[in-house]
């Protein structure tokens, strides 16, 4: 079993900046994909951006300059570096983690961090 734990949320102003961390632990397996997703009040949940254990990356085209995520392998943590935020990226924020090994394919969420940009 996968445990996610996220850090990093907070509150911040429209322009300012926020790192969030998503800590890994239990039994990892490769290939994966990890990914944040975000739910704001009233919409779907979303994916934000993805990280494969290769290091491809894909991110939706409202963060596309301005987040930018990455993972050490070595300690399973996920960064998701956030700047020149904006109120409409006020959500939460949950970290994914998806195995995508033949013989053990598994899907995981953290609970996930407040992020709210004022105005």
């Known amino acids: 079993q996968v445990q996610l734990v996220e850090s990093g949320g907070g509150l911040v102003q429209a322009g300012g900046s926020l790192r969030l961390s998503c800590a890994a632990s239990?039994?990892?397996?490769?290939?994966?994909?990890m990914g944040w997703y975000r739910q704001g009040p009233g919409k779907q949940r979303e994916l934000v951006a993805s990280?494969?254990?290769?290091?491809?990356?894909d991110y939706t085209d409202s963060v596309k300059g301005r987040f930018t995520i990455s993972r050490d392998n070595a300690k399973n943590t996920m960064y998701l570096q956030m700047n020149s935020l904006k109120p409409e990226d006020t959500a939460v924020y949950y970290c994914?983690?998806?195995?995508?090994?033949?013989?053990?394919?598994?899907?995981?969420w953290g609970q996930g961090t407040q992020v709210t940009v004022s105005s």
């Open positions: 994914n983690y998806e195995s995508r090994w033949a013989y053990q394919a598994a899907n995981y």
């Open positions: 239990g039994r990892i397996f490769s290939p994966n994909v």
């Open positions: 990280i494969r254990s290769g290091g491809i990356t």
